[in-house]
């Protein structure tokens, strides 16, 4: 049993954002697979819960007229996997969260409870860091527009105050079209099990000429990260073996790994620079570059 | 504020309407409301999947599923896949390929190849698929090997 | 005949269709709740404790510290009654303590009517301690002033050596050359998918009924007794089916508590059901062990000389204590039988969670050293590493200095060969040469495990089988023996129907044991069972038949000599005419006014034989340098187990083994702080065993030898399949990469270690391949 105090089902967005503003000590529950284990554990703060479970509002992946692609707070990750939009022209975010537990978790985990912990290990931030995805986030009257870069504000910490939710994943085609990517999780087992680093590489080429380079970090700093010195560095170059080696010293300026007794930071740096290279030549192959 | 809630839902085709404790798992209203046994608790986390079962034909961890989200939906346990007296097609598997040792983990793996077994649309399933779809079951005894054989089995029933 | 068909376990379709009870399924209606208060220090005493606020919690029945319970000490090893005190398991265990000796420990406990009050209860319990530095690594825990973590013992449990083959020092000087080494294993847990969980409560003013998940119910009878100086016969242990073991339900962990608590609360139904974590850390786990190995070897390829010296590190509480370390120690003198071989073991306790059995018994830990210090010896000399041990293991007829018995039976060079042969070993290391260079390689490695099958002399080996006809001619058979998800159950009933002459479907096995009523045996460990079971059922069925031939020979008037039966029908074995069904004959034999009776034999066998095992692993590899990890291309295990019972219920039992090993070689290890004690790892998340994601196909083969000490031919196979793994995949990367790392696990983080420090990468990362 869990010592829950408080559990009330909201019915909407605004209801959600109402039940939240009445109760100021509840949280939001989708999933439930964070939520209910540190309900487990004791941890203060998740004994009163507004459930938007299954809230239709918040489950939806759709292409909107301008073809931006937008995916649903709610939305469980099999859904992610599943969905044609998804596969066709975002499938780096498809590897990325079928990397996650293991299909009960995936049936029932949502990817905004998996952004709004605010934790470096996130699966899906990383590919949607380097997909430029802009959130949208409600609350009483309000709505704004945050680039999921200024979502993550540090460990455990995010965007978002009291009384508001986050209900979409915007992704705009200025960031997915012609772009291939490649996601590569590192851990310890191939499933159940959370990254030692995670890494997304989005990419574009013309003749072999990289037109734009985006590369992204789970667990390579307190919050899931963009490398812009490397990209930067690399940007207009020709794809050859040795950018891949060029793109595995620069990255180093832009990471900060850290020790912890999962791992150390000299073995994370090697882990980071490895996939910088690995994750960047699967993208190429997918974009149909050799090197 | 009471803690007790009425939810209705339907348990291996039969509806039922319960007056339960709001705090419980899926899990405890199904072992100690209903007295359905089968799904077992391994780790109380969503780890082992252990406490697995369907949930509107979605395969779930009871143990992390709140007995509240039941409300109004479709419950499938280990217990009402036997049907007059015969074993379905994917418990005959799991006995006749050895795979079952302890017993612990297996109806939570049974839910899981039964999913996996009437989702399977796919005419080439590979073992890849069969380890994917599996991996949030966790054995201690058999090496997956056996487990394996069975889910393939479960597909193909026909093949040696 | 049923003895090596691959019959479907007999409680198969219980498992499959959930009906299957394990214990906590036999739920009472207003059992009450009892959770431990833990230590949070690995190493200290109780200054203060204060358990008012916890007590006075609304839905709280009682809260006990360790001043209300018995002041008698105890162990809670599984091993049956010594009847040499020196031989005696240690006594150190207290139903709750004081004294603080790995952090977890057990200071107090609290009884509610549910989880979530008993957990609050046990956040108002105020307690402040003396702490003492956590004694961890074995330099500091022998330290001259180093606290005595049991008074009295100075830290050391137990200590032995045992010298055969000669005089090791001397034949290590005259070896061509001497290889060392330094090799560590971690603690490692069994987690078993079901938790540790035990209920009891009383049936009238002086009985204690205890329901629990154990290997070794008759012995929990006893050790509770002890533990709370009630003579045995007024305890009933039930042990129902059981979510596994592996030698972590082989020590009475939690039925002491219950019964004490049932008694203390008016015989109202008490349960213990451990969480995951508590379970990980507050039950028993795997003694790590630091073994230095010389082995001394001749040119051509003889070993002559084998030094170990093992430390064993027990944990907090002795629990099976120096058994460990002597067990893994003897039980490798069958391996490489002719030379001179040396083994001193030493017992330490530390500030560590409590170790005590887990599969394989010490003999992981052992092998694991010695098969790693054979493939430096064989490296040495530049032999093979398949040639170099068929040239040195054990053959039939070879003579076991320690034991002084001959092995009867012995298939280790077939099983070599064999597993050569399904590696195609010499193609592909030819293949493979190609792969020692680059970021990319490629190995292969092999190693051999020997083992026993059972504890005799050490430990009495003793079996109970009773089996009853039934009026609709099937029979029940009932053993003293334990079903923990081996199979034993099936097997037994095999047996049965293989001696009586019945079908298997006829033969029906009490699977849950009641010590109330089942015959005595100790349970399950040291893979026993079904050979010391093997004679009892044998004698058993040989008399149950004997009886039902005669009463047949009754009712026809027929000489019973000139009678068998066969599939369960009587016939006559001069002309093969069928005489008589055994329905008939079980119904005549109860109901008939005047003659016949209930047809029952029950016999208790002590077993006063052991029958080394066989074994080996061959495993193919690759190796990502950069990403530091290992790939298993290719596993087989080949067992030399006698005859074969059940061929896919032993092939599952040698999958689980083998996946065990690749969990201990690759990423299984409980995480201890050496500062302070605590545990970092211990649920399912943080504690690597393998997924399904994570193996490949697991192959495996048999030789069957006869054994002829064994009832059916059959020797050991639960435990010994986990032994050979480790080595094997350490030799492996031995191979592909000529990187020794001689502790496991070989995580990514040791190759990560080990690869920068042979060059092959720099401590930045970038690959020197």
């Given at each position: 049993m869990f010592d829950l105090k408080k559990h009330i089902k909201a019915n909407s967005i605004d209801h959600a954002i109402a039940l939240l503003i009445e109760n100021p000590d509840a949280r939001l529950i989708a999933g439930g697979t964070d939520v209910l284990i540190k309900l487990r554990d004791g941890k203060p703060g998740f004994s009163e819960l507004v459930d938007i479970h299954g809230l239709e509002e918040l489950n939806f992946i759709r292409q909107d007229g301008k073809n931006n692609i937008l995916i649903g707070s709610g939305v469980v990750f099999t859904d992610i996997i599943q969905s044609d939009i998804i596969k066709k022209h975002i499938p780096m975010l498809c590897d990325a969260v079928q990397s996650i537990g293991g299909p009960q978790i995936r049936n029932i985990a949502t990817i905004g409870g998996n952004n709004c912990n605010g934790v470096t290990s996130a699966d899906s931030a990383s590919s949607l860091f380097a997909l430029n995805a802009v959130l949208e986030i409600r609350g009483k009257g309000t709505i704004r527009q945050v680039p999921i870069s200024d979502f993550?504000?540090?460990?455990?910490?995010?965007?978002l105050k009291k009384g508001e939710i986050l209900t979409t994943f915007k992704i705009t085609p200025e960031n997915y079209q012609g772009y291939f990517g490649y996601f590569y999780k590192y851990a310890m087992r191939d499933a159940m099990d959370i990254a030692t680093i995670g890494c997304a590489v989005s990419l574009k080429t013309k003749n072999q000429i990289l037109t734009d380079y985006r590369i992204a970090y789970g667990v390579a700093g307190p919050v899931p990260l963009r490398c812009p010195k490397t990209e930067k560095s690399v940007i207009n170059k020709k794809v050859s073996k040795s950018l891949l080696d060029e793109i595995s010293q620069t990255i180093e300026t832009d990471v900060s790994p850290r020790t912890s007794w999962r791992a150390t930071k000299d073995f994370r740096m090697n882990i980071i620079k490895e996939l910088s290279k690995r994750a960047t030549k699967e993208a190429l192959q997918r974009a149909g570059e050799e090197v | 504020m009471t803690t007790f809630r009425e939810i209705t839902f339907s348990i291996n085709g039969r509806p039922r309407t319960l007056y339960i404790d709001m705090r419980k798992s899926l899990l405890e209203v199904l072992r100690e409301d209903l007295g359905l046994t089968g799904a077992k608790q391994g780790c109380g986390v969503g780890e082992c999947g252990a406490c697995s079962v369907l949930v509107d034909e979605v395969l779930v961890d009871s143990c992390i599923y709140l007995a509240v989200w039941a409300h109004n939906k479709d419950i499938r346990t280990i217990?009402?896949?036997?049907k007059n007296g015969k074993l379905s097609r994917v418990q005959q598997a799991y006995v006749d390929e050895g795979a079952v040792q302890c017993g612990f983990c297996t109806p939570g793996f049974i839910m899981a190849t039964t999913s996996f077994a009437e989702n399977c649309t796919e005419k080439k399933v590979t073992e890849d698929d069969i380890r994917k779809s599996h991996a949030g079951n966790l054995c201690r005894c058999t090496g997956y090997q056996n487990i394996l054989k069975a889910v393939e089995k479960s597909i193909h029933p026909d093949k040696e | 005949m049923a003895v090596g068909k691959s019959v479907n376990r007999i409680d198969a379709v219980a498992k499959v269709t959930g009906r299957a009870e394990y214990t906590e399924d036999l739920y009472k209606p207003g059992m009450l709740v009892a959770k431990y208060f833990r230590s949070k220090i690995a190493h200290g005493r109780v200054k203060n404790i204060a358990i008012e606020k916890a007590k006075a919690l609304e839905g709280v029945e009682a809260v006990f510290t360790f001043k209300d319970v018995p002041e008698n000490k105890f162990a809670t090893a599984g091993h049956p009654f010594s009847l040499d005190p020196s031989h005696q398991d240690v006594a150190d265990r207290l139903l709750l303590t004081r004294d603080i000796r790995f952090m977890g420990d057990e200071i107090a406990i609290v009884v509610a009517q549910d989880e979530i009050i008993a957990n609050n209860a046990l956040k108002l319990i105020e307690v402040s301690y003396d702490e003492y530095t956590p004694l961890i690594l074995p330099e500091d825990i022998l330290k001259e002033d180093a606290r005595q973590i049991h008074k009295g013992s100075s830290n050391i449990v137990g200590e032995h050596q045992y010298s055969i083959g000669g005089d090791v020092d001397d034949a290590l000087e005259k070896a061509d050359y001497v290889v060392e080494g330094n090799f560590e294993t971690v603690m490692v847990q069994h987690c078993h998918l079901e938790n540790h969980i035990a209920y009891a409560y009383m049936d009238d003013l002086d009985r204690i009924v205890i329901v629990s998940s154990t290997q070794i119910p008759h012995i929990v009878r006893r050790i509770v007794g002890e533990a709370l100086n009630m003579p045995l016969s007024q305890i009933r242990v039930i042990k129902p089916f059981i979510g596994g073991g592996f030698g972590n339900k082989q020590d009475v962990v939690l039925e002491p508590m219950v019964a004490f608590l049932t008694l203390k609360l008016d015989g109202r139904a008490v349960q213990i059901n451990l969480s995951r974590e508590e379970c990980m850390v507050g039950t028993r786990n795997r003694h790590p062990f630091h073994i230095k190995v010389k082995t001394g070897v001749m040119k051509d390829g003889t070993m002559v000389a084998r030094k170990m010296d093992a430390i064993s590190i027990t944990g907090g509480y002795a629990s099976h204590g120096h058994a460990i370390a002597a067990a893994g120690g003897s039980k490798q003198s069958s391996l490489y039988p002719r030379m001179a071989n040396q083994f001193h073991g030493r017992t330490l306790y530390a500030n560590i969670p409590v170790a005590g059995a887990m599969r394989a018994y010490g003999s992981p830990q052992v092998i694991y050293a010695l098969e790693c210090a054979t493939e430096d010896a064989a490296r040495k000399i530049n032999m093979d590493s398949v040639e170099f041990r068929l040239k040195n293991i054990a053959q039939q007829g070879d003579i076991n200095l320690l034991s002084g018995?001959?092995?009867?039976?012995?298939?280790l060079t077939d099983c070599l060969l064999k597993g050569k042969a399904f590696m195609d070993w010499d193609q592909k290391k030819k293949d493979y040469e190609k792969y020692k260079t680059g970021p990319v390689r490629k190995g292969l490695g092999v190693a051999c495990l020997s083992y026993a099958s059972g504890t005799y002399p050490v430990c009495v080996e003793i079996a109970g089988a009773r089996i009853s006809l039934n009026q609709d001619g099937t029979v029940h058979v009932m053993v003293g023996a334990t079903e923990i998800g081996q199979g034993s159950d099936t097997v037994v009933a095999q047996m049965a129907a293989e001696t009586l002459g019945l079908a298997y479907e006829h033969v029906r096995v009490v699977q849950a044991q009641d010590t109330d009523v089942s015959p005595f045996d100790t349970g399950a460990y040291a893979s026993r069972q079904a050979y010391v079971v093997s004679n009892a059922i044998f004698r058993a069925a040989t008399q149950l038949k004997k009886k039902i031939l005669d009463h047949a020979g009754v009712m026809t008037g027929k000489k019973a000599r000139d009678l068998n039966i066969i599939n369960g029908k009587i016939v006559d074995t001069r002309t093969n005419a069928f005489i008589m069904d055994m329905k008939p004959l079980a119904i005549d034999s109860f109901y008939h006014k005047e003659r016949g009776h209930q047809l029952t034999a029950d016999v208790s066998h002590k077993t006063t034989t052991n029958a080394p095992v066989f074994g080996c692993t061959f495993v193919d590899i690759t190796v990502d340098i950069p990403l530091c990890k290992i790939k298993i291309n290719k596993i087989i295990n080949v067992h030399d187990s006698g005859i074969i019972l059940n061929p896919v219920q032993a092939g599952g039992q040698v999958h689980g083994g083998v996946f065990m090993g690749i969990g201990a070689a690759l990423s299984e290890e409980l995480m201890?702080?050496?500062?302070?004690?605590?545990?970092?790892?211990?649920n399912l998340l943080d504690y690597k065993f393998p997924t399904f994601m994570d193996l490949p196909h697991i192959h495996h083969d048999f030789v069957e030898t006869f054994e002829p000490t064994s009832g059916y031919g059959n020797k050991s196979l639960g435990e010994p399949p986990v032994i050979s793994p480790p080595p094997a995949i350490r030799n492996a990367l031995l191979d592909a990469t000529g990187v020794s790392i001689n502790s496991l696990p070989i995580s990514p983080h040791k190759l990560f270690t080990a690869f920068t420090k042979n060059g092959l990468l720099d401590s930045k990362g970038g690959a020197n391949v």
């Open positions: 993550y504000l540090g460990p455990g910490k995010v965007d | 217990e009402g896949e036997a | 018995h001959e092995i009867l039976s012995c298939g201890i702080d050496p500062a302070t004690g605590y545990i970092y790892n211990n």
